[in-house]
């Protein structure tokens, strides 16, 4: 009898001691706490304090429990990336340490058994040199280490040149041992943020002198206590401001960081006007006129900005919805051409070469998955083409249509090559296409497309939505 | 209805079938989440439904916006020499697959907030002590002297009278024997 009590207590131990240690790992990992965490003496005292019998795992314990959770979790990723029937499509970073180690940092994603967009770190691995070469050698390896080498559908990564290189090389490599679908034509894609943040970069460029003196008016402010009263005073003395808003300072490591300071600084623009001539200290107040080129360039960077939200914070990031938002983009950035400011409209243009260029090289992977959208389709994609450029609408489509017949082809069992021609010259499917084409030229605006407008534009306000309409349909 | 629609009756191929049907409406399937209409339409077009997962998936940024990678460069300011570049990899990767995952049962996910852990230290069994295990590893000296008490209270403990509040105070080792 009391050795049966004696067994089941301590089994009931080890339960608790591996429950201990199991959420000590987790606590460890969700706060990205360093492993001796427990063993710091604020929180063994807490822990006495709570439970005075209570010994905390020490750090080699957690440390070899992660270790081992890293194995196990690594052996089901594999697992579940060897079972699924469809290809992975990465994406390649490079982190930089403090130290400047370079850091490869590889995410998959892929649709699971579930039919769930899934995105999953494969590696995080310390790469030195980081040169295009060595680094396609060791992506190879990392690749084949997971045994996905023949499962690649694409590849995202920033352009630099030795990104460049390492796409190309490992575009030979996978492509030599047959990994890659049409010879890797859909095999590199570039980085839309990238694109975005260098559309922002240039806007904020033409203000960079007020750029400054909102900085150093932010800086001025957040000085001292005094200082913060000050403003203070003067926000009541202004009245009318939306004073819930938080003045930003911009960081060079966040991407749109300038933009988010001269957004919140032009709310406050007169309290600054009223401090300058309160506060004989305060000098760097920026002038009417470069207020005044602040908020146009804000009210024109707000599309960019809030594509940028909606990258960022899609629910489903399937690639179906990015071609609507790109195609956005575009939109703005061809109606700025006309603006009345020549400053804008030379920084449209400047912005216009910088975005085609990544559209021209990338536009066919972005309206596919929009055409495997079944409200898209080839109808929306028709209408978006034909927005922009009414000339090569036809031409742009047909070269969509062609690719997907040659794709599906890959994946089809029982097509054959002729079946690709005779498709393609089908035209049955396109005189709708036409039709529709010719009542949107006539100005009609089709009742389903405000909907998807509505649709697309549901995180903004009505008045954008309706500013954007107007803007379109000029 | 149409979802019965045998592909292989008509003659033409499924992204013939495809194209021919109309166009969903946006305002009806407005928060549509298109894998799962992939998934439903995965026996009419079976070849095509999985070409368009792989397209789907194309990532259009390299930018992670998963809260979790954010810790990136924090890892990077905090703990920049200390960690070897093979435990950096262990964390993030195991950091961000749990997240994902709800392992066995009871045990919660990554989302442990302290407050709940707190609470689950406070409220562990006053009768269990520490394992042997980390004696074994005695990895802080200052408290060895401690733990082997510990120990022994354990040892005792296991057959003291697990309910009452006094089993851990008032606990004589005498009579165990």
Redo the contacts between chains.
């Keep these: 009898m009391?050795q049966q009590?004696?067994e089941s207590?301590?089994e009931?131990?080890?339960q608790?001691?591996s429950?201990?240690v199991?959420?000590c790992a987790?606590?460890i990992?969700?706060?990205?706490f360093?492993f001796h965490h427990f063993?710091d003496d604020a929180i063994k005292d807490?822990?006495e304090f709570?439970?005075p019998?209570?010994?905390m795992?020490?750090?080699?314990?957690l440390e070899a429990y992660?270790?081992d959770?890293?194995t196990k979790?690594?052996d089901?990723?594999k697992q579940q990336l060897a079972t699924i029937?469809?290809?992975?499509?990465l994406?390649?970073?490079l982190?930089?340490?403090?130290?400047t180690?370079t850091?490869i940092?590889l995410?998959a994603?892929?649709?699971d058994a579930d039919?769930?967009?899934?995105?999953?770190?494969?590696?995080?691995?310390?790469v030195f040199p980081p040169t295009g070469v060595y680094m396609c050698e060791k992506m190879v390896e990392l690749l084949n280490d997971w045994g996905i080498e023949k499962k690649i559908?694409?590849l995202?990564?920033?352009d630099s040149s030795e990104n460049n290189v390492l796409q190309q090389q490992l575009k030979t490599q996978l492509g030599l041992e047959n990994g890659l679908l049409c010879d890797g034509e859909?095999f590199h894609?570039h980085?839309?943020?990238?694109i975005l943040k260098l559309i922002v970069e240039e806007g904020c460029k033409l203000v960079s002198g007020a750029v400054y003196k909102i900085r150093q008016s932010i800086m001025f402010v957040r000085r001292s206590k005094s200082q913060k009263e000050n403003f203070k005073e003067c926000i009541e003395k202004v009245g009318g401001i939306d004073s819930s808003v938080r003045l930003h300072l911009d960081m060079t490591?966040r991407?749109y960081s300038a933009y988010l300071m001269l957004e919140s600084a032009v709310k406050y623009r007169r309290v600054f006007e009223s401090l300058h001539l309160y506060d004989d200290n305060y000098e760097l107040c920026p002038s009417s006129e470069e207020w005044e080129k602040v908020e146009k360039i804000c009210a024109f960077l707000l599309p960019f900005s809030e594509t940028a939200n909606m990258?960022?914070?899609a629910?489903?990031?399937?690639?179906?919805l990015?071609f609507l938002q790109?195609w956005k983009v575009q939109c703005v950035l061809i109606d700025s051409l006309g603006d009345e400011d020549k400053d804008i409209k030379r920084m449209a243009e400047r912005m216009l070469t910088k975005f085609e260029k990544y559209w021209e090289e990338y536009s066919v992977?972005?309206a596919?998955?929009a055409v495997?959208?079944?409200?898209?389709?080839?109808?929306?994609l028709a209408y978006c083409y034909s927005k922009l450029d009414a000339s090569t609408c036809e031409r742009k489509l047909q070269q969509v249509k062609s690719k997907?017949?040659m794709?599906?082809d890959k994946?089809?069992?029982k097509?054959t090559s002729s079946?690709v021609q005779r498709?393609i010259q089908?035209q049955?499917?396109s005189v709708p296409l036409q039709n529709k084409l010719k009542s949107l030229s006539q100005g009609l605006f089709d009742v389903?497309f405000f909907?998807?407008l509505?649709?697309q534009f549901?995180f903004l306000n009505l008045f954008n939505l309706i500013a954007f309409l107007l803007t379109c349909e000029i | 209805m149409h979802q019965r629609q045998l592909v292989t009756e008509t003659g033409k191929s499924q992204l013939d079938v495809y194209f021919d049907e109309a166009n969903l409406d946006f305002h009806c399937y407005e928060d549509m989440d298109v894998l799962q209409w992939w998934k439903r339409n995965n026996n009419r077009f079976p070849d095509l439904s999985i070409l368009a997962c792989d397209l789907l998936s194309v990532p259009i940024t390299t930018v992670a916006s998963d809260f979790e990678f954010c810790m990136g460069s924090r890892v990077f300011n905090k703990y920049k020499d200390r960690l070897l570049s093979k435990n950096v990899e262990t964390r993030m990767c195991t950091r961000t697959w749990l997240h994902n995952f709800v392992s066995n049962g009871n045990l919660c996910n990554l989302n442990v907030n302290l407050y709940d852990f707190i609470v689950l230290i406070a409220t562990f069994q006053f009768n269990y002590y520490p394992p042997q295990l980390w004696h074994v590893d005695g990895a802080d000296d200052n408290d060895e002297d401690d733990d082997d008490d510990d120990f022994e209270e354990t040892m005792n403990k296991v057959d003291g009278d697990v309910q009452t509040e006094q089993a851990s105070t008032d606990f004589d080792f005498e009579d165990d024997n």
């Design positions: 009391l009590n004696m207590d301590s009931e131990v080890d608790m001691e429950r201990l199991h959420l987790f606590v990992l969700a706060n990205d360093p063993e807490l822990t709570l439970n019998n209570l010994v795992p020490p750090s080699n314990v992660v270790s959770l890293y979790e690594k089901k990723l029937p469809n290809k992975i499509s994406t390649f970073e982190w930089e340490s403090c130290t180690d850091y940092c995410t994603h892929f649709v039919w769930k967009l899934n995105s999953k770190l494969l590696n995080f691995y310390l559908f694409s995202t990564l920033d859909f894609a980085c839309f943020a990238r490591t991407v990258i960022n914070g629910t489903h990031r399937t690639s179906n990015y790109v992977v972005l596919l998955g495997l959208d079944p409200r898209i389709k080839l109808s929306t997907l017949y794709l599906f994946y089809s069992s097509s079946g498709t089908d049955s499917s389903s909907f998807f509505n649709w549901s």
